[in-house]
Structures are given as structure tokens and as C-alpha cells.
């Protein structure tokens, strides 16, 4: 189930992001007081009484700017207006309403999105409401008065963005077709990996510069199984300004991974593995969703025996915290190995929804603890009682111990391990939650 996603937008030093980093409950965001800090987008996972949503840092609209920070400012918050399904117009109240704000409001009625419009830096509610007020001649509703540094009155915006968020309809939630989505750097060929795929030749790209559309959901039918492609292609750089648009258009990434219960990570075998690479790996991770790498171009790369076992080496390096990867070698172009990727995709919903008896999980985890202790600080050992998977995609597991300072990612990792080298898992992720139960209780 995929979580909302909730767009952050506003003028330059309005104070958008000490509002993202108070809601996310840490410092994401740089803050200074020059306007166009937030040189990235930046993204998290929030969680507001019983929902859950992504939300959005944008870098500050200028509508009219040629300055080209600023340029790239209004083409990055424009993905993110594109992506989200509920956007926070934030304003301040003491530069009041300016030029600027009727056109960032304009450029928000004609996305036709949900707007909630947040009024920051009330400090004094009695003495700034009057200017607050102001604030209904931008015409897109009620103006909610916030201190986003002293955390005042987040809790009813946020009540108001969250009842904004689309409703599922039944059909979503019955829809148990495996979702794909081709991600990667602008160019690597995620497009024409789709293309081939399901044999006909969309144009899903355009050559003017910054142009931007939705992920495109494409159905396709293969050996009787379906599946749905959710491809992220959609931006064609061309001049100085939107050549940045790289690094901005994670945030479209993010979207399409959060629907997906596979990512296929194309890169360009001609680049190597890229630290945009990683990044895009990174949210696919963190988000528990099947990976395959998907090694494009294969075939303009020059190769002797170890070009494979080279290449492979450095991918593996490169992304250490997800060994589980599938790896692939193709070609979009000639189609060499392509049709592969379907028994992979076929392998890790297996491996995806894979449950394991309680009590075969336990015996793995005595056996891994006779060959190699549990860690122990100043004296007192972790201690694992019992350990029970409680559900699927991904596979969930909760280990039952006596204290959880004493846990360890490296103990984590080895116990991962044993149950990876027992049942497969093939290009899942796995996750583990810690619960303490005293000695007593036994």
C-alpha cells in the first residue's frame, strides 16, 4: 500500500524547512536565513496519529526569477506539485502577503491538487491574526497560523492535510497484480527497457527542456501472468537550468517506489554505478521493496572473462547494504537478456511473500547462536529468546530480547544471513523489529 505523498512549496526563507524538520521530528533540512538554502529536495516518512505519508521539502518558488538557483528551484517544487496528493502552501506572516504568493498560488490552482495553506511564524496569535487574515485573498481557503520553530498549531494543519489525503478505492486494494517500477538516472534507458518489454514504442519523452509528467502505469501480459510497469521516464534535459534537474527528480522516484513491490534499478553500463545510483538503491531499501539491478547497455561495454565478475564486484561495493540484489546484464536495445527479468520478477513476489514456521525460524536461530555468541557489553550478553515472523513483503521478523542496547547491526546482519542462506529470499529486502521482554517473564 502505497503512503501519500504531502509537497512542501512556498517562497524562498518562508520557513519551510524548520517546518519539515519539526514535523520529522529531526534536522533534514539546512536552515540559514538566505533565502534558497535548501538546495535539494528533501524527504521523509511521517507519521500523524494513525497516518503515514511522505513528505516533501521543496527549495522556495521565485514564479518570475532569472537567477538560476532559483530557476531550479521552481522546476524542482514543480515535480514535487506534479508528485504530491496533498500540498502545504506555507507563507509569512511578517513579510505578509506579497506579489510573489498570488503566483505561487495560481501556479497551485492550475495543478488542481488539494492545497492546505499554512501561515508561519505566528508567534503571538492575539496580536498577528489580523494579519493572518490577509491571507484569505490568495483565495485557496482557510490561512492555518503556525510557528513552525516553537511547533505551534502543527497539530490541526496537519489534521487538515491528512483529511485531504485520496481515498483507496476497493478495487486498489484488491488489485494483487505485481507492481514494477523502472527507475534510474535520466538516459540509462528506462524507457526503452519498457518499450521492449511489452513491444510497442510509447514517446514518453519530450525534448523541451524540464518537461515533466507522471510515472506512466503500463499493463502487460506475459506467459499468461500480468503485471503493471510503472515507468518514471518523463525529463529531457537540454539547458544549463534543467541539467540540475537530475538530483531533483528523486522525488518522482520516491513516488513510483512507494507503489511498487519491485524496483528494477536500471544503470548505464557505459557510466558505471553512480552515486545517484546508490541514492535511488537507498529508498528502495529502506521502503523493504524487491531489487533487481539492471545492468543496461551490455552490449556497447568491451568484455573479456572478468568484465562481468568486475562489474558485479563494484555494484556489490558500491550498494553493500543490499547484497540480497538480483543482478542483471542487459541490453534495451538488442534485447539480449531482457525477457529474463521476468523470471526474477516472478522469483522475488515468491520470495517476497514467503512465510516461515515459528519454530524452523527458532531451531536456525540456536544453531546461529552455538556457532557465534550474541554480543555483550560491560559484562551482560544479548540475550534472544524466540523469534516469529509476523508478515510479508516484506518479510517481517520479530526477535523477542532482553535488551535492546545490546542489539547490534552486525549480529542483525549474521542472523539475516543464516535465514537468507536457509530459505532464499531472493531480491527482498528483510526486516527485523527488536522487542524487549524481561528476564522474569520467561
Request: aromatic letters at 8%.
Given at each position: 500500500?502505497?503512503?501519500?505523498?504531502?509537497?512542501?512549496?512556498?517562497?524562498?526563507?518562508?520557513g519551510?524547512?524548520?517546518?519539515?524538520?519539526?514535523?520529522?521530528?529531526?534536522?533534514?533540512?539546512?536552515?540559514?536565513?538566505?533565502?534558497?538554502?535548501?538546495?535539494?529536495?528533501?524527504?521523509?516518512?511521517?507519521s500523524?496519529?494513525?497516518?503515514?505519508?511522505?513528505?516533501?521539502?521543496?527549495g522556495?518558488?521565485?514564479?518570475?526569477?532569472?537567477?538560476?538557483?532559483l530557476?531550479?528551484?521552481?522546476?524542482?517544487?514543480?515535480?514535487?506539485?506534479?508528485t504530491?496528493?496533498?500540498?502545504?502552501?506555507?507563507?509569512?506572516?511578517?513579510?505578509?502577503?506579497?506579489d510573489?504568493?498570488t503566483?505561487?498560488?495560481?501556479?497551485?490552482?492550475?495543478?488542481?491538487?488539494?492545497?492546505?495553506?499554512?501561515?508561519?511564524?505566528?508567534?503571538?496569535?492575539?496580536?498577528?491574526?489580523?494579519?493572518?487574515?490577509?491571507?484569505?485573498?490568495?483565495?485557496?481557503?482557510?490561512?492555518?497560523?503556525?510557528?513552525?520553530?516553537?511547533?505551534?498549531?502543527?497539530?490541526?494543519?496537519?489534521?487538515?492535510?491528512?483529511?485531504?489525503f485520496?481515498?483507496?478505492?476497493?478495487?486498489?486494494d484488491?488489485?494483487?497484480?505485481?507492481?514494477?517500477?523502472?527507475?534510474?538516472?535520466?538516459?540509462?534507458?528506462k524507457?526503452?527497457?519498457?518499450?521492449?518489454?511489452?513491444?510497442?514504442?510509447?514517446?514518453?519523452?519530450?525534448?523541451?527542456?524540464?518537461?515533466?509528467?507522471?510515472?506512466?502505469?503500463?499493463?502487460?501480459?506475459?506467459?499468461?501472468?500480468e503485471?503493471?510497469?510503472?515507468?518514471?521516464?518523463?525529463?529531457?534535459r537540454?539547458?544549463?537550468?534543467?541539467e540540475?534537474?537530475?538530483?531533483?527528480?528523486?522525488?518522482r522516484?520516491?513516488?513510483?517506489?512507494?507503489?511498487?513491490?519491485?524496483?528494477?534499478?536500471?544503470?548505464?553500463?557505459t557510466?558505471?554505478?553512480?552515486?545517484?545510483d546508490?541514492?535511488?538503491?537507498?529508498i528502495?531499501?529502506?521502503?523493504?521493496?524487491?531489487?533487481?539491478?539492471?545492468?543496461?547497455?551490455?552490449?556497447?561495454?568491451?568484455k573479456?572473462?572478468?568484465?562481468?565478475?568486475?562489474?558485479?564486484?563494484?555494484?556489490?561495493?558500491?550498494?553493500?547494504?543490499?547484497?540480497?540484489?538480483?543482478?542483471?546484464?542487459?541490453?534495451?536495445?538488442?534485447?539480449?537478456?531482457l525477457?529474463?527479468?521476468?523470471?526474477?520478477?516472478?522469483?522475488?513476489?515468491?520470495?517476497q511473500?514467503?512465510?516461515v514456521?515459528?519454530?524452523?525460524?527458532?531451531?536456525?536461530?540456536?544453531?546461529?547462536?552455538?556457532?557465534?555468541?550474541?554480543?555483550s557489553?560491560?559484562?551482560?550478553r544479548?540475550?534472544?529468546?524466540?523469534?516469529?515472523?509476523?508478515?510479508?513483503?516484506?518479510?517481517?521478523?520479530?526477535?523477542?530480547?532482553?535488551?535492546?542496547?545490546?542489539?547490534?547491526?552486525?549480529?542483525?546482519?549474521?542472523i539475516?544471513?543464516?535465514?537468507?542462506?536457509?530459505?532464499?529470499?531472493?531480491?527482498?529486502?528483510?526486516?527485523?523489529?527488536?522487542?524487549?521482554?524481561?528476564?522474569?517473564?520467561?
Open positions: 500500500m502505497s503512503k501519500p505523498i504531502v509537497a512542501v512549496v512556498g517562497r524562498p526563507n518562508v519551510k524547512s524548520t517546518f519539515f524538520n519539526s514535523v520529522a521530528g529531526q534536522q533534514i533540512s539546512i536552515v540559514k536565513d538566505t533565502p534558497g538554502v535548501t538546495r535539494d529536495r528533501i524527504y521523509a516518512e511521517v500523524w496519529l494513525d497516518k503515514e505519508f511522505t513528505m516533501i521539502d521543496t522556495g518558488i521565485e514564479p518570475d526569477s532569472k537567477d538560476i538557483i530557476s531550479q528551484m521552481r522546476e524542482q517544487a514543480q515535480i514535487a506539485i506534479d504530491a496528493d496533498v500540498i502545504i502552501f506555507m507563507c509569512d506572516v511578517r513579510q505578509g502577503m506579497v510573489a504568493d503566483h505561487v498560488a495560481d501556479m497551485l490552482r492550475k495543478s488542481h491538487k488539494p492545497v492546505v495553506l499554512a501561515v508561519n511564524k505566528v508567534d503571538n496569535y492575539k496580536m498577528q491574526m489580523p494579519d493572518v487574515y490577509e491571507f484569505y485573498n490568495l483565495g485557496i481557503g482557510d490561512p492555518f497560523p503556525i510557528s513552525a520553530s516553537s511547533k505551534q498549531g502543527l497539530g490541526d494543519l496537519l489534521d487538515a492535510v491528512t483529511e485531504k485520496p481515498k483507496r478505492s476497493k478495487e486498489d484488491e488489485d494483487d497484480r505485481p507492481k514494477i517500477a523502472i527507475v534510474g538516472k535520466p538516459n540509462a534507458g524507457s526503452s527497457i519498457v518499450n521492449k518489454l511489452i513491444g510497442t514504442n510509447r514517446v514518453i519523452v519530450s525534448n523541451i527542456a524540464g518537461t515533466t509528467r507522471d510515472a506512466i502505469d503500463t499493463d502487460v501480459v506475459y506467459h499468461g501472468k503485471y503493471i510497469f510503472i515507468d518514471t521516464a518523463g525529463l529531457r537540454k539547458s544549463k537550468v534543467s540540475e534537474l537530475e538530483r531533483y527528480s528523486i522525488i522516484t520516491v513516488a513510483a517506489v512507494e507503489r511498487a513491490d519491485i524496483v528494477i534499478l536500471v544503470i548505464d553500463a557510466e558505471g554505478i553512480t552515486e545517484q546508490a541514492k535511488i538503491a537507498g528502495a531499501h529502506e521502503r523493504g521493496k524487491g531489487i533487481i539491478i539492471a545492468v543496461n547497455k551490455w552490449d556497447a561495454i568491451e573479456d572473462n572478468s568484465t562481468v565478475g568486475d562489474f558485479t564486484d563494484k555494484i556489490r561495493k558500491t550498494l553493500s547494504f543490499m547484497s540480497y540484489a538480483e543482478i542483471i546484464f542487459i541490453s534495451a536495445l538488442t534485447g539480449q537478456r525477457y529474463k527479468l521476468y523470471d526474477m520478477i516472478d522469483q522475488i513476489i515468491e520470495s511473500n514467503m512465510r514456521q515459528t519454530g524452523v525460524l527458532n531451531e536456525i536461530l540456536t544453531d546461529a547462536m552455538a556457532m557465534k555468541q550474541p554480543p557489553d560491560k559484562g551482560k544479548l540475550r534472544i529468546y524466540y523469534i516469529t515472523q509476523v508478515s510479508v513483503k516484506p518479510p517481517t521478523f520479530i526477535m523477542f530480547i532482553n535488551d535492546k542496547e545490546l542489539t547490534h547491526f552486525s549480529y542483525t546482519r549474521y539475516e544471513n543464516r535465514i537468507r542462506d536457509t530459505f532464499g529470499f531472493h531480491g527482498t529486502a528483510i526486516h527485523f523489529i527488536y522487542r524487549e521482554r524481561k528476564e522474569k517473564e520467561q
